[in-house]
């Protein structure tokens, strides 16, 4: 059972702490003994009953849920409590092994700071809520049997499924064919439907499919949601379509923004998907984005309402694209599917079950799969099916509420089938604003910190994982898929998952979310605030959460909100959040160091110049996030007293103090670029047995210093990354002893054989991303003695843009000798054709890789002729006859900078020699 839950509060890890104090290591006076064991026998029959009530949450009356609220509150107001006494006290913790204290500085510290009157007062409540237990009897009338969800061994196959699409053949046709008419002007194809249809599904299957063509000049999909936030989509746009200009936008109004992207798209061919739209105003500002050309380019916009779909038309008298429910036959095959890996292989016994199931879910293909994957965990039989199908509400009926309603139903007997702790972590993820990218590895992170892994369950980063991959499992949450042989980094939350998780979050005063909803009234005490979006009634908030800051666990502001709480004494806060807050100033977090319980701390502020140094007395930090601090020059020697920070990440500017870096013992994961003191930093990292690290990012003065040693050993050491800004001239010698090492991206002037050689004595590679930038003729073999396990590799072969070769270079060669790299299955290239012979990749023996499944070649053009660069796509195209099991894409970067012809460039080299062109700065 996890420490802090939905439906038990704080009340396990409570005892915990309880439990601890009343060991022999915390010499306790007798009376203040008497008052931890009251607590701990009183609290203990309590958690049984919490238990076994959040087991049967659907079936609790007004008189059960009062009762659960009330000892749910006081559980977390008794923990606060302890911790206080526990942090003055001087453990720090509820493990033993620190000084025990004399019995007159307990006495003193338990009257002096009105822990003993605070005890008293709470020692009341749980009196009062054990008496009203009593007389509503609730041991004896409420009680259900906590039922254990094993994880879906099927995930895999699951999540092949979904990729499966059903009935979407039709769609893709009607519409690609309404997009790719022999019209020039700039065309709108809008898809309008209620939630769950797939209106998303489609666009982007749309949008893939004529996007990889290639005649598109500028692509890009953004999503409007809700509540429009115009600057922060028409930056996205930006992202995608200039990538340069998008990063001198930081500080632009939306008027820059606008007359920006049309500059950028004017006299291009572009392809955008504007996905869900809410409001005719909006569309109207998100579409005087983009020129009115006669390039052929085309928009797709999504949207649940009729009246913004029409408006949407090109053509007055056009209709849009109208998303209907899914026919009886595709439902059946999309559920079956789902449940039996078949079309069709339905038992004869829950035909007729299975026949008013798929009559409830209404034709929407996200209620179908939800029910779906929730069935297929479950006993197939009648029984089980019926008592399923009776729990839910009426059929959808696609009409304003009623359709979402019908499934909001579904999705909330999804919701109550979850484990108590799964029920927790999806809840948390109501703190985040719609259609957001949420980077799993943080929200892994705040799910330990905030106390909802439990640890006797083992490592608390697996079970996080295991937990993200149940609520996927169970269609709650959705990961984001990258290109082939990328991990997944990001998940989404459906619009719908979310509209539920925010009302029973409000329900349960689990969080409280600004998002731009009129709040009259805030909770009494509010635990979790996630401000979204600013408001005029959001002040009340930040006036509520002053008043209570002794309760607040969790804050996550989002940079679109520009007024916070004053920090000082958030006593009970575990997750501080404020990335990307670039409004924030220093006095902001000056008083830092007096949260004491904070686990999570991440700031982002362009004004921030310095920490606090009593950010040393933040003991039970475990993450301290400072990646987007670009204006701190230095962290304060006091980090070195974080004795419990597993994880530091700091921005390229910011200087990591190289004294007492030993002290960090239990660190994990590093990420910096500088220090103070680079030898002294390598002395103490390579301090025997001390080094913990399994994930390291670094320059490459560091990276020389730590790895310049063949005896050097991380044993631990899992990824490391050398940031190219900071290039090394070679592979690291010292690095052939990472025996462990899974990723590696390295970027190095000159390699050699010997480079190599060190890069393939790496037994348990399965990541490698490599980058040359030095000129070499040398001949590189990659045989069968190395690279045994190497699933993907980036290679990287380019020159610095100031560079122009008197003439091309024939450049590094590289070669697959037969049996290489027998695992590898996906094959990046990034080349310029002024700097690899004509025939590289001809020579590089693509045909002796048998298991590749993906060759992407991007091909630079900067200062390149078109002659060469289309030499070299020749040379590429001949793999099609090599590989014909492997997909192949050829792409070009950096296209507007590409020479006119073979003049030019003896033009430009011609100023080189004759020292007129003069070099830039890198």
């Known amino acids: 059972m996890a420490g802090v839950g939905v439906g038990t509060g704080a009340m396990n890890s409570l005892l915990g702490k309880l439990t601890a104090l009343l060991s022999d290591e915390y010499n306790l006076l007798k009376r203040v003994r008497k008052e931890i064991q009251f607590l701990e026998r009183e609290l203990s029959g309590m958690r049984v009953l919490l238990e076994r009530l959040a087991d049967m949450e659907e079936k609790l009356d007004g008189l059960a849920k009062g009762w659960r609220d009330r000892v749910r509150d006081l559980s977390y107001d008794i923990e606060d409590c302890i911790d206080r006494f526990m942090d003055r006290l001087g453990s720090g913790d509820a493990k033993p092994k620190f000084m025990k204290r004399t019995a007159r500085r307990l006495k003193t510290l338990w009257a002096r700071h009105d822990i003993a009157t605070q005890i008293k007062e709470l020692k009341t409540r749980v009196m009062e809520e054990s008496e009203r237990r009593g007389r509503y009897k609730l041991d004896e009338s409420y009680y259900g049997a906590t039922k254990t969800v094993e994880i879906d061994p099927r995930i895999t196959a699951i999540h092949e499924e979904v990729k499966g699409l059903v009935a979407m053949d039709g769609p893709m046709k009607h ?78 109004e939306k008027e820059q923004l606008i007359r920006e992207i049309k500059h950028i798209l004017t006299g291009k061919r572009y392809l955008i998907v504007i996905d869900d739209v809410w409001k005719e105003q909006d569309w109207k500002l998100v579409k005087a984005a983009f020129p009115e050309n006669n390039n052929g380019s085309r928009i797709i916009a999504t949207t649940r309402i009729t009246g913004v779909a029409k408006l949407c038309c090109s053509v007055s008298d056009e209709q849009p694209y109208q998303m209907a429910p899914l026919d009886d036959a595709d439902s059946r095959r999309l559920f079956f599917k789902r449940i039996f890996y078949s079309n069709d292989s339905c038992p004869c016994e829950l035909e007729e079950v299975s026949a008013r199931i798929l009559k409830k879910c209404g034709g929407l293909p996200l209620a179908i799969i939800t029910f779906a994957s929730l069935l297929a965990s479950k006993a197939h039989n009648k029984d089980e099916w019926e008592r399923l199908q009776d729990s839910i509400g009426t059929g959808s009926s696609f009409d304003n509420d009623g359709n979402l309603k019908g499934m909001k139903d579904i999705l909330l007997h999804s919701y109550l089938d979850l484990p108590h702790h799964l029920k927790t972590c999806l809840l948390y993820l109501c703190i985040y604003p719609e259609d957001s990218m949420i980077n799993i590895k943080l929200l892994k992170w705040k799910w330990i910190a905030e106390g909802f892994i439990a640890t006797q369950w083992g490592s608390l980063d697996q079970v996080a994982h295991n937990c993200f991959n149940e609520l996927v499992n169970r269609n709650m949450i959705h990961p984001v898929y990258g290109n082939y042989g990328s991990s997944v980094k990001y998940c989404r939350v459906h619009d719908m998952v979310l509209d539920l998780i925010i009302s029973l979050s409000d329900e349960e005063n689990f969080a409280t979310v600004l998002n731009g909803r009129i709040c009259n009234s805030f909770p009494n005490k509010i635990r979790r605030l996630s401000m979204q979006s600013s408001g005029k009634g959001h002040k009340g908030a930040v006036d509520a959460i002053t008043e209570t800051t002794v309760h607040v666990r969790s804050l996550t502001v989002f940079m679109l909100h520009k007024q916070i709480p004053h920090l000082v004494d958030f006593h009970a806060l575990r997750v501080l959040d404020l990335e990307k807050c670039y409004w924030l100033e220093n006095k902001h977090v000056k008083h830092i160091g007096s949260s004491c319980q904070l686990r999570y701390l991440r700031i982002g502020g362009f004004k921030i110049t310095e920490l606090p140094g009593e950010i040393g007395k933040l003991q039970h930090l475990e993450t301290l996030d400072l990646r987007d601090c670009d204006s701190l020059l230095r962290l304060p020697s006091t980090v070195a ?29 590093l990420s910096f670029q500088e220090t103070d003191d680079p030898v002294r930093f390598a002395e103490e990292v390579n301090e025997s047995g001390k080094c913990n690290l399994r994930y390291l990012r670094t320059g490459g003065e560091i990276a020389k210093r730590l790895f310049c040693s063949p005896c050097c050993t991380y044993p631990c050491l899992q990824v490391l990354k050398i940031e190219s800004i900071f290039r090394v001239e070679m592979v690291p010698r010292g690095m052939a002893s990472l025996k462990n090492l899974v990723k590696l991206c390295i970027w190095v002037k000159e390699f050699d054989k010997e480079g190599l050689q060190v890069l393939m004595g790496m037994p348990s590679l399965a990541h490698l991303e490599l980058g040359i930038i030095g000129g070499s003729n040398e001949k590189l073999i990659i045989g069968t003695d190395g690279f045994k396990l190497l699933k993907v590799f980036y290679f990287h072969y380019l020159r610095p843009r100031f560079v122009v070769e008197v003439k091309p270079t024939g450049g590094l060669r590289l070669t697959f000798a037969p049996g290489a790299m027998q695992a590898l299955h996906y094959l990046r290239l990034d080349l310029n054709p002024m700097f690899v012979a004509s025939d590289f990749f001809e020579d590089l023996g693509v045909e002796h890789l048998p298991g590749l499944a993906q060759l992407e070649v991007e091909i630079s053009c900067f200062r390149a002729t078109p002659r060469r660069v289309k030499a070299l796509e020749c040379s590429v195209e001949k793999a099609n006859n090599l590989l014909p099991k492997c997909r192949i894409r050829v792409s070009r970067a950096l296209e507007d900078y590409m020479l006119k012809d073979d003049k030019e460039w003896e033009e430009v080299v011609a100023n080189r020699i004759s020292g007129e062109e003069r070099r830039p700065e890198e």
């Not at 005649?215 to 949601?225: E, K, L």
């Not at 920070?645 to 994990?668: H, I, K």
Request: net charge neutral; with cysteine; aromatic share 6%.
């Open 175 to 252: 519409v690609i064919a309404l997009l790719m008419d022999e019209s020039k002007e700039l065309k709108v194809v809008p898809i309008v439907g209620s939630g769950g249809l797939g209106k998303t599904t489609l666009a982007m299957e749309v949008y893939r499919k004529i996007g990889l063509g290639g005649d598109f000049q500028c692509q890009a999909c953004v999503s409007v949601s809700r509540t429009l936030e115009l600057v922060k989509l028409l930056k996205d746009i930006l992202s995608q379509t200039d990538k340069d200009a998008y990063k001198e936008c930081q500080s632009w």
């Open 641 to 669: 007293e974080l004795r419990k920070l597993l994880r530091l990440f700091v921005s390229r500017n910011t200087q990591l103090p190289a004294g007492g870096f030993w002290s960090l013992q239990a660190l994990e994961e």
